[in-house]
């Protein structure tokens, strides 16, 4: 899971945070603070993977705070959810990399798209080598070059999905015995989280290249065991 903290001075906006954070079961806010330097004192002497940042907040706003944490080398990515929609703070927050920019006030489907593509940056970089067609679905706007050769059509994934991640998952469902694999077990042949297997996992049962059962026979709690299917491999 990632470990999250919001820097927020508004407590009913914090609460928020919090309610849309909480629905997401690949988050978990770790901290939050009223102000940049409580932030910062702490992020100091603790990790953290992501921060949902304010800018106008008293003692140390979050410009500062940002701009503080990469001086220090202090790598955590940033969402930006503030009513400073100025062009020169806009431009200096994304000169500092921030993930995403949210403008005050936002619906709750912004904000999970701003997870979202979060969670899409950190798969796509947890690799040893990006594909121009990742770097593509990390940079949209990004034109195509005209003298390019297009790449053949590669099958659609949907967004929140990456492709090498989910050729990654059906390779180890393939290896899977006749009694089929736990997400536990295709989680620690992958190297992904469980939550990550776990929602690849479902899409391929949805798409009808893998099927799932309760296996009620295992002394203790039941677990479910995934099985691969045409075109990943028969059950014969």
């Known amino acids: 899971m990632y470990q999250t903290v919001i820097v927020e001075d508004d407590p009913t906006i914090s609460l928020l945070h919090r309610t849309f954070l909480a ?19 702490w992020l100091r002497h603790h990790t953290a993977d992501l921060i949902i940042l304010d800018v106008y907040m008293p003692r140390m706003t979050g410009l500062d705070l ?22 020169k703070t806009v431009d ?9 920019y949210l403008v005050k006030p936002f ?7 701003a997870l979202d593509t979060f969670c899409q ?30 790449p053949p059509a590669a099958p659609s994934v949907p967004k929140g999905l990456q492709a090498r991640t989910l050729d990654r998952i059906r390779e180890c469902l ?3 015995s006749r009694q089929g694999a736990t997400c536990e077990t295709i ?9 990550t297997v776990r929602r690849y996992l479902t899409y391929l049962v949805e798409q009808g290249e ?18 691969p299917l045409s075109p990943l491999s028969p059950l014969s």
């Open 23 to 41: 629905r997401d079961n690949r988050f978990t806010l770790a901290r939050a603070f009223p102000n940049g330097y409580e932030a910062l004192e």
């Open 66 to 87: 940002l701009r503080a944490l990469r001086a220090e080398g202090i790598g955590i990515d940033a969402i930006m959810v503030t009513a400073a929609n100025d062009s």
């Open 92 to 100: 200096a927050l994304l000169k500092l990399g921030v993930t995403d």
């Open 107 to 113: 619906a709750a489907s912004r904000f999970q798209q």
């Open 121 to 150: 940056h950190r798969e796509t970089v947890s690799h040893d080598s990006v594909s121009q067609q990742e770097l593509d679905a990390l940079f949209p706007s990004s034109p195509a070059s005209p003298s390019a050769v297009p």
């Open 174 to 176: 393939r290896q899977a």
């Open 187 to 195: 989680a620690e042949r992958s190297g992904f989280s469980t939550v």
């Open 210 to 227: 893998a099927v799932s059962h309760v296996n009620y026979d295992t002394g203790g709690r039941p677990c479910m065991l995934y099985h």
